[in-house]
């Protein structure tokens, strides 16, 4: 059985009905990536799993538990951790504290030491204001305060875009690292060169809809179709 399953998910911003009918599945310890071009529905369906967007119909099953009856202040006991496009760094405090402000929720959750061993930058940065923190060091706190609750799936919206080479390299690294760990991983992003070296299978969405599935064995074979409906 997979660890997060999704079947037959609409949702509606107001009036506006913005997915159609989303059917994905992850095994644990699996990471797929969710491409397609901005609009479509990827951010939308990441919100609508974690019970942010709660106009919503369909199923969303997470370790066998029916989220669509789970309140939303629950969501993160479950095990599911969100790391959102606009990171949510509180700009007052440090580093450390950010780190240590979300409650644990399970076990298995990352200790300070082995955040930082996987974050170096971070405990260079320990005491500093987030304020004062660059783009990609915002990216990897953003990523290290959800890992330190013992969060069993990662939903992670763009966490490349608008970051330096080396950068997006060292979150590639650390995407790696997690999943030797058992970690699973549901990844929305626009750069599929970057998402081939750590993704499992990807889903190709358009206009609110999945319309493919494929591992990422078969990733040159799809080129063609990829180069179309994300217009590179």
Not at 65 to 86: I, N, S, Y
Not at 122 to 133: A, D, F, I, V
Request: one cysteine or more.
């Amino acid at each position: 059985m997979a660890l997060l399953s999704v079947a037959n998910l609409h949702a509606w911003y107001g009036e506006s009905h913005v997915l159609h009918g989303v059917t994905l599945s992850v095994e644990e310890g699996e990471t797929i990536c969710i491409l397609g071009r901005n609009g479509m529905g990827k951010t939308t369906t990441l919100r609508t799993i974690m019970g942010i967007l709660r106009k919503r119909s369909g199923e969303i099953r997470f370790a066998g538990q029916d989220m669509m009856t789970v309140p939303l202040h629950r969501t993160a006991k479950a095990g599911l951790g969100f790391v959102p496009e606009e990171r949510g760094i509180f700009a007052t405090l440090t580093v450390e504290e950010n780190l240590m402000l979300p409650p644990v929720v399970a076990k298995g959750g990352m200790t300070l030491n082995e955040i930082y061993q996987l974050f170096p930058n971070l405990e260079e940065r320990r005491s500093s204001p987030g304020t004062k923190l660059s783009g990609g060091e915002q990216q990897m706190l953003a990523m290290a305060r959800i890992l330190r609750t013992g969060a069993r799936c990662l939903l992670l919206d763009e966490p490349t875009e608008g970051l330096a080479p080396v950068i997006i390299q060292r979150i590639g690294e650390v995407l790696v690292t997690l999943k030797a760990r058992g970690m699973t991983v549901v990844l929305v992003e626009q750069n599929f060169r970057f998402a081939s070296k750590v993704a499992d299978r990807f889903y190709l969405m358009d206009h609110g809809q999945m319309v493919a599935d494929f591992p990422v064995t078969d990733l040159p074979q799809n080129m063609a179709m990829l180069n179309t409906v994300l217009g590179v």
